[in-house]
């Protein structure tokens, strides 16, 4: 049996060091807009005290942004402007500062005052509304954004803000090396960047995927502290009511 050989001129992509590309035309939306709506429902449904205005001022901008944001894209993240990203932005900072409101309410809230079921329950809701929208903000900010990442040729990304396990699995089993992002042309989607937050949130620093910008260690930062001061406060305000 012979070896197959590359075309005169040409390199094969094992060859030449380049990823073949596998990558579908654009990432799928139903995970990052379940998760958008569930950020929007988990803040509606707080305790007024640590609300900022009327019920649902906030939650309503919020959903007029994500529903402009599925008109241009429904199903996959396949088109994107200038228009489109600065929305996509806006509505990640209008959630995180809505919700970092409301965690130093909730905070206030928990230090002053007896009845602590309400708030502990609160104090819930915002640390799972903080796991989402820094999920989206990380999402949104590696290599360009969610448009720019399954559809630019990987040579020109801009730097990346984040490095997954994948990126370092080349050389591994075998097994393993064939998800590795140079051999399969691997992409992270909204449920890695989520699970980033999540374990981040947690753990309060970073687990398997680290990151590499200064906005990247910036963000990361912010919502482990954010995270902590909150475990913290929850524990001991827990510990208090059963004593």
Known sequence: ?????????????????DAPEHRPRGEVRLPAALATLVAIALYALLPQDVL????FVIPGLEMLL?????VVNPVRMSRQNRVTRGLSIVIVV????????????????????????????????????DVIV????????DRGGPVVRNLVDRRRLPRADF???QDEDKGTVVEVDRGSSQASGWMPTFIDYLYVSLSNSSAFSPTDTMPLSHRAKLLMGVESTAALITSVLVIARGVGNLS
């Open 1 to 17: 049996m012979t070896a197959t050989k590359a075309a005169p001129g040409k390199e094969s992509p094992a060859a030449s060091g």
């Open 52 to 55: 900022i205005g009327p019920r």
């Open 66 to 70: 994500l529903i402009s944001l599925l």
């Open 94 to 129: 209008v959630i995180a500062a809505a919700n970092l409101a409301s965690l130093g309410l909730v905070l206030r809230e928990l230090v002053s005052k007896q009845e602590g079921l309400p708030l502990l329950v609160a104090a819930l809701q915002v640390w799972a509304t």
């Open 134 to 141: 820094f999920g989206l903000a990380f999402w949104e900010i």
């Open 163 to 165: 490095r997954f396990p």
